[in-house]
């Protein structure tokens, strides 16, 4: 559940991911804590998949380690430098819907990322974008922003079309795009 002195709404985020049996879905940057990881290992449910990348191993060994202690079976764990286009032991079109929530204004080539992320999707499936906007007094530095409308359109040249946007909490904007057959 959010609180008020929450940055994300995470039940509301959650909520933009597809509707389907056997869910499965990335958390493409989930960092040390897996903050999305264990609600979403809690909404697929035992035969669905969360995939928990990030390129931090030691935060990997957090979520893992978490993962037996709960016996989330369904949480894997994957190494990756989601910058490196067909670097993340997931296969194309494998996943359902993948989550890059504050993950993009860390990158040095966002693009790429955006692309890495792609490619794990299947037609149809939903990349859920959440990144900081300019009306927080903390967080990253305003240069490190990845502009909205920047990010539109460039994701109108990667075979995604905006699904939707909506408002994950008032230091962030969200936006749902799907991918194109």
Not at 1 to 29: C, F, H, R, Y
Not at 122 to 134: E, S
């Amino acid at each position: 559940m959010i609180t008020k002195n929450s940055l994300l709404d995470i039940d509301l985020i959650l909520g933009e991911l597809p509707k389907v049996d056997n869910l499965q879905v990335a958390d493409l940057g989930c960092g040390n804590f897996g903050f999305f990881v264990f609600p979403l290992a809690n909404l697929v449910g035992k035969k669905g998949k969360v995939y928990a990348v990030d390129i931090i191993k030691s935060a990997l060994d957090d979520i893992s380690r978490r993962a037996r202690l709960e016996n989330l079976t369904q949480i894997e764990t994957v190494w990756s430098n989601l910058e490196v286009f067909g670097a993340t032991k997931i296969e194309a079109g494998q996943l359902d819907a993948a989550l890059l929530i504050n993950t993009l204004y860390q990158a040095h080539n966002s693009l790429d990322m955006l692309k890495e992320s792609i490619r794990m999707i299947k037609p149809g499936g939903l990349l859920i974008v959440v990144d900081w906007n300019d009306e927080h007094p903390f967080g990253p530095a305003k240069e490190q922003h990845i502009k909205e409308s920047k990010l539109k359109t460039a994701m109108s040249k990667l075979n995604v079309e905006l699904e939707s946007d909506f408002d994950p909490g008032k230091s962030h904007y969200g936006l749902v795009f799907k991918k194109l057959i």
